[in-house]
């Protein structure tokens, strides 16, 4: 069934016209191949054939129109039904003209029931319209009567599609600034999925709660929510990489930089390539993040591909810091503000002015054997009314801190560096050499849990035919994975 689908899509795209009315007949009969399709995995209790569902619609967004959506609710629905009505209210009545209905297709199905899975999948199909239409008004209605629906079915093959539906009902609400209204209800059906056991519905409530309460710089009870809620082995690669961005976004808030590092980086590793856009927000806080653990990051993470232009800011101020020029600094953050603001990493950058001095004291230590404090206050830039006990206290608690290897002289105001001894006679290489280790070793153990088995294979030998058959299920299986990652970001 689904290889037919596969085949009639390919042959849909190339045969379409390039008039616009032609066009409606073939995007229509799509939506009622990806129907059956809907229908025969309700009925079958296939989950994997309405994902596939969901697939093919995301790929056909861009050649909705109203017209061929009124005629896909005449062909799915019942005609005159509440679903029917209220689902029709939502589309704009400008395009009736160009309507292609065929009465008889519509007057036969009329007498057929439909299963919910079909009418969820109309709500799902509208929404995703009005979205892209920008016709926020129309989304949040049709979004509420959506989950409203929702609430009163239990089947776990309406799981994937209702995942779905609680991304756009969130998103339909963000895109009109109106998202601390929703937050008791994600709770609510945060709580309803879980009494369910549905674990993919838990993870995307899960990321939209902590989006929500981050939308409004809530890190602390974000914290609190994520802490208390249960965990599982991920079943969506997306939501699992949202996760962890929001995870490194509330321990870099925190002061636990390590952790934020690694959780940022992982997002940026695990996210598709198609992802551009989440991958740039990504490494922005990564940069960030490194910098503020005293860390400068390579130039190879500011020149990839599609990402120049955006991180640009964060390269002149990663230069700022690893230079240790306050007053560089000082001109960065002034002249990307806006980019700084809009990105929401103001209030880090300010964190940022002790990582510029302190860089800036190593360099004057490593260049100096000795130096007064007057000239370390003239080489900081500092701009205080006491410069000279500034530097004194800045020096004193940098050589506290184990930043630099000096001594201070209050008798005379000077800071007297020790000679730099051999770096490898320290514990530092072995730190390095551990830290990648622990690296390799992760990700060797996420690959072997990622590892999927078929039951029983240490058992039964199999035959020739049964191996072409599984191994064809694993090329399609990855076809449906790479586009899922390209199509879901």
Known sequence: MTQDVEMKEQQVVAAAPSNSTSSATPVLQHLKEIAALIETGAYAREVRRILRAVRLTIALRRKLKASVISSFLGFALAPGSEAHSRLTSYLPKDDQSDMEVDTAASATQATVKHSSELEIYCYLLVLIFLIDQKKYT?????????????KNLNRRTIDVL????????????ELTDDLAEIRGNLLALHRVAT??????GQETL????????????????????????????AHSNQQFCRYLFYLGKIRTIQLEYTDAKESLLQAARKAPVAALGFRVQCNKW?????????????RTVFMQKGM??????????????????????????????TTFSSDRTNNLIVRLRHNVIRTGLRNISISYSRISLADVAKKLRLDSPNPVADAESIVSKAIRDGAIDATLDHANGWMVSKETGDIYSTNEPQQAFNSRIAFCLNMHN?????????PNSHKEKESAEKRRERQQQEQELAKHIAEEDEDDF
Request: aromatic share 12%; charged share 30%; with cysteine.
């Open 286 to 298: 990564a940069v960030i993040v490194r910098l503020l653990l005293g860390e400068i990051p390579e």
């Open 138 to 150: 129309e989304a949040k209605a049709c979004s509420s009567a959506s989950i409203a629906r929702l």
């Open 206 to 233: 899960l990321n939209l709660l902590l989006r929500n309460y981050l939308h409004y710089n809530l890190y602390d009870q974000a914290e609190k929510l994520r802490s208390k809620a249960p965990r599982f082995e």
């Open 195 to 200: 009494l369910r056991h549905d674990e993919l």
């Open 162 to 173: 209702a995942s779905r539906l609680y991304f756009y009902y969130s998103l339909s609400y």
């Open 446 to 454: 996420e690959a072997v849990r990622a590892l999927r088995f078929p």
């Open 308 to 337: 120049e232009k955006a991180l640009r800011p964060y390269f002149e101020l990663t230069n700022a810091v690893r230079i240790g020029d306050l007053e560089l600094f000082k001109t960065v953050a002034e002249k990307f503000s």
